[in-house]
């Protein structure tokens, strides 16, 4: 009935082509050139009028003898979607409708060509695995067989162009789907050691922070999916669901190697209430030297887990002052209010401390003379209206603010240059939304900062933010969306891209989802899909997405014509509720040694020239292991100072160990 175009096609597929289904990619022919495309609609027809002469036709062949050949003849018609058009030439294009005749599935390497592969400008970064109707053939020509004995079918990457999921000439990403349903995060932390490893292997820089908003979700990037020996019984104890040989083999068709992040640091504020405080005449807190442990509000607590990888956020004054919009209630914030909070911010008030002391001035000012109502240009009750603000802010932002101005040392800080390989995760999960907004505002915008200055430290910055429905609302205003529009904007050329994920794409700012390079689809539910922000997607691709199973997404991409359906592994890192079990001691008890915290400690700084697990437990036997579990954060903010100095060739965090260990047995020996 519909003629075939440049763009879509139509074909009947044969009674025996029991393989072929939605989202697979057939090649036709037109006179010459192979025409790629993506099947997207199958339609059943016959030469039946309506549902009344079907009802009737199959009353008449109940009557007639089983054998006759009374089945009513039916054809199926699928539509499809082209992605490209590849001429025998390849000086000319074609855009010629496929004539009449066979269709056949697409090979890989006719993937590759309906994927634009080699006109990619940057790295191949797998995505998704697709998988395709034509069956796998062994190296004798015979039809593979899985374990199960059933048909092994073809499996091909969806690559993405990293010069366009990266920048310069496009960039970002963006996850939508359903909360728990979509696997969101997981294909975004699939995605990001996918990066990681790629771009490694290029002799390219990359780091990446994330904001931690769910539970323990992004608290355990460090441990493996795959367990250590010694670690087999912990994951089957806490009944994890491992790395399977399936998952596996994509992994090595993909060429990655399904590892943890082993550069990886985690920051939180403190505790409601247990924020530091400037300790007698010193107006100052000290951070270094110092083990918060328990006091961070952060669900990775263990003492052998936290040494050298989370690390505190605390805040003065100060930076609250550039941002009172942040923090105090619009209508309470007026212009008389702004005044004396800019009269803080040009007389270099850094801290509380540092408030009250020009409050005591203030108040012998009006003593001195109580006829007096304006102490330079601020009425007394607009004075003490920002006096009582301010002292509030220590409850409002439960844990963040400290009255003292604060002295980091050598500790590693949230918002500074990056690393390379560096995953750092600032942990807001657990504060409250006051804390939640500054916190992501004001680290954003620092890392935006370091990219217009030049001063990343890498060369590529990758920022997740879940949930940015919250921060870049569609039509919100503020200084955060702010930001990020303009990260949207111009972060492919200053190398940060946006990985932003949501429940509800239709609520985010239009700007930002237009400057997405990439865009994958988890499930979607039905008020959602009709909104206008998935007018691209055929009707055929929604009502897929409806029911769409964990670990399968949809995927656009920049050199994509048509949306792509594909699969990915399960994470190369454990998840966060399983963590919790195994490495933070929460359910499940392990056979573990008192040492292994320092082994793991000596671990995250050597890598590969670490000592066994073996050697450290040797080592340590006879020692407290109240003193080895305060012996790992010790030796942690050591080997901190001694970044970046002559001794770091020199020395190396086992060696510290050994002569901390050393210098035990004296004291032990000596009483």
């Known amino acids: 009935k519909e003629p075939s175009g440049a763009h879509q096609f139509f074909f009947w597929a044969d009674d025996e082509a029991l393989s072929l289904d939605v989202g697979h990619i057939v090649v036709a022919f037109s006179e010459e050139a192979a025409v790629i495309g993506v099947v997207d609609e199958p339609r059943r027809f016959s030469d039946l009028g309506s549902f009344l002469d079907d009802f009737f036709d199959r ?369 807001i999960a657990s504060c409250n939304s006051n804390v939640q907004e500054v916190l992501v505002s004001s680290i954003i915008q620092q890392i935006w900062r370091l990219a217009e200055e030049e001063r990343l430290g890498v060369d590529t910055v990758l920022i997740f933010v879940d949930e940015l429905n919250k921060y870049a609302p569609g039509g919100g205003e503020s200084g955060l969306r702010d930001t990020l529009v303009d990260i949207a904007a111009r972060g492919r050329h200053l190398k940060v891209v946006l990985f932003g994920a949501q429940q509800f794409r239709s609520k985010v700012d239009d700007e930002i989802l237009g400057n997405c390079g990439t865009s994958l689809y988890g499930r979607v539910g039905d008020e959602e899909l009709v909104n206008a922000a998935y007018r691209s997607l055929s009707e055929t691709a929604k009502a897929e997405l409806l029911g769409l199973p964990k670990g399968r997404l949809l995927v656009r991409h920049a050199h994509f014509r048509a949306p792509l359906f594909g699969a990915f592994p399960l994470p190369p890192t454990i998840p966060g509720v399983a963590g919790q079990k195994v490495f933070n001691q929460t359910s499940v008890k392990t056979d573990g040694h008192p040492a292994d915290g320092l082994y793991l400690t000596i671990k995250r700084v050597m890598g590969e020239r670490a000592p066994s697990r073996h050697e450290v437990r040797t080592l340590c036997e006879g020692h407290d292991p109240r003193f080895l579990d305060d012996l790992c954060p010790k030796l942690s903010q050591e080997w901190e100072k001694k970044q970046g100095t002559s001794a770091e060739t020199r020395v190396t965090i086992w060696m510290m160990a050994q002569s901390q260990l050393r210098q035990s047995n004296l004291r032990v020996i000596k009483r």
Do not use: C
Not at 283 to 299: C, D, I, M, W, Y
Not at 391 to 409: R, W
């Open 59 to 427: 009353h008449v062949e109940r009557a007639m003898e089983p054998d006759l050949a009374t089945r009513r003849p039916e054809i199926l018609v699928f539509s499809v979607n082209v992605l490209a058009t590849k001429h025998l030439r390849d000086d000319l294009d074609s855009h010629r409708p496929p004539l009449g005749g066979p269709v056949y599935f697409a090979t890989r390497d006719a993937i590759d060509q309906a994927l634009d592969v080699a006109n990619f400008s940057g790295v191949k970064i797998p995505a998704l695995m697709h998988t395709n109707g034509n069956v796998e053939r062994t190296e004798d020509g015979s039809t593979k067989l899985n374990e199960k004995g059933d048909v092994v079918y073809q499996r091909s990457p969806i690559w993405l162009d990293s010069e366009y999921l990266l920048g310069p000439e496009a960039g970002h990403a963006n996850w939508t789907g359903q909360s728990g349903l979509a696997t969101k995060t997981s294909h975004a932390l699939f995605l990001t050691s996918a990066v990681f490893q790629k771009l490694q292997a290029e002799g390219k820089s990359v780091a990446a922070l994330m904001f931690n908003v769910k539970g323990a979700d992004l608290l355990w990037l460090d441990k493996p999916a795959i367990p250590e020996p010694e670690m087999l019984a912990a994951y089957a104890a806490a009944d994890i669901r491992q790395l399977g040989e399936a998952d596996r083999e994509v992994y090595q068709a993909l060429g990655l190697e399904p590892k943890p992040f082993t550069s990886f640091r985690i920051f939180a504020p403190f505790k409601p209430n247990l924020a530091p405080q400037p300790e007698g005449n010193n107006s100052r807190v000290f951070l270094e030297g110092k083990h918060p442990g328990a006091a961070l509000n952060t669900q990775r607590t263990a003492p052998s887990e936290t040494a050298g990888v989370v690390y505190p956020i605390l805040w003065e004054l100060k930076p609250l002052l550039a941002m009172p919009h942040k923090v105090f209630d619009h209508n309470d914030l007026d212009d008389k209010m702004w005044g004396v909070i800019y009269e803080f911010r040009e007389r270099g008030v850094r801290s509380l401390i540092e408030m009250e002391r020009v409050y005591v001035d203030i108040d012998a000012y009006f003593a001195a003379d109580p006829s007096e109502q304006v102490w330079r240009g601020h009425h007394r009750l607009t004075l003490q209206k920002v006096r009582n603000r301010l002292k509030g802010l220590p409850g409002k932002l439960g844990g963040l603010l400290t009255n003292g101005e604060v002295d980091y040392g050598h500790l590693p800080r949230a918002d500074q240059p990056f690393a390379d390989q560096e995953l750092r995760v600032i942990d």
